[in-house]
């Protein structure tokens, strides 16, 4: 059975967290319990980007992710952080294949904690760019991220080393990526609104999905 495991901390200290120190890493379900509120740049970003003094003014901390992929911001009173970390051999190969099936297991819990399943698809096939998505995570659409109704619902991103993965899972609970554009110094254009999992429960989510790895 795989473990959850409740992970309390910063932002940055939750991202920082290595599940590969100790080499081949234990099957689990990470709940990520942010005490604070974050930008998180994608791991080849860089600070140029960001207004640090909007981000100190709204107290926002800024940090960065080993992942790839746009900004994304962290709120725990709008979102639900799951992480899924696991060996090699538990899931497909490869960056696309372990994508999808962790999307598939993650569309299958939101279901089964009460989310509507209807309009859920797992995307499957190559990233899709939109406008701002080389800056915002979620304006643009990657393999094996949830869409409900055509909207994105679940953002994912992946590192890999040669002991295993750590796939991130970020679901909104209420709308939150409007914000971006003011914390940003680049120019990105209005971003499409994001579909929400109004009345997801972390720990439930959570144990639904390890109860399917």
């Known amino acids: 059975m795989v473990e959850v ?8 200290e939750l991202h920082a967290l290595d599940p590969f120190g100790g080499g081949r890493p234990e099957p689990a379900v990470w709940w990520c319990d942010p005490t604070d509120v ?11 980007l ?3 003094d909007a981000c100190r003014a709204a107290g ?17 009173a709008r979102m639900v952080w ?8 538990m899931a497909p190969d490869d960056v696309r294949g372990s994508m999808i099936w962790v999307g598939a297991r993650v569309g299958a819990a939101l279901v089964e904690c009460g989310h509507p399943g209807g309009g859920l698809d ?4 190559g990233m899709l760019c939109g406008p ?3 800056v915002v995570c979620f304006a643009g659409i990657g393999p094996g991220e949830v869409l409900d109704a055509g909207r994105k ?61």
């Open 5 to 12: 495991v409740r992970q309390r901390g910063s932002v940055g």
């Open 38 to 48: 974050a930008l998180v740049l994608g791991s080849r970003q860089t600070l140029e």
């Open 50 to 52: 960001v207004d640090v």
């Open 60 to 76: 926002i901390g800024v940090t960065t992710r080993r992942t790839g992929g746009g900004a994304v911001l962290v709120d725990p």
């Open 82 to 89: 799951v992480d899924v970390v696991l060996p090699h051999g």
């Open 122 to 125: 797992v995307h499957a096939t």
């Open 132 to 134: 701002g998505s080389s």
């Open 153 to 213: 619902l679940v953002g994912l991103s992946q590192r890999r080393t040669r002991h295993g993965i750590r796939v991130q899972a970020m679901v909104h609970t209420r709308p939150l990526q409007h914000r971006l554009r003011e914390l940003l110094v680049v120019d990105v254009p209005p971003l499409d609104p994001i579909a929400a999992a109004a009345a997801l429960d972390a720990g439930s989510f959570a144990a639904a999905l390890a109860a399917r790895l």
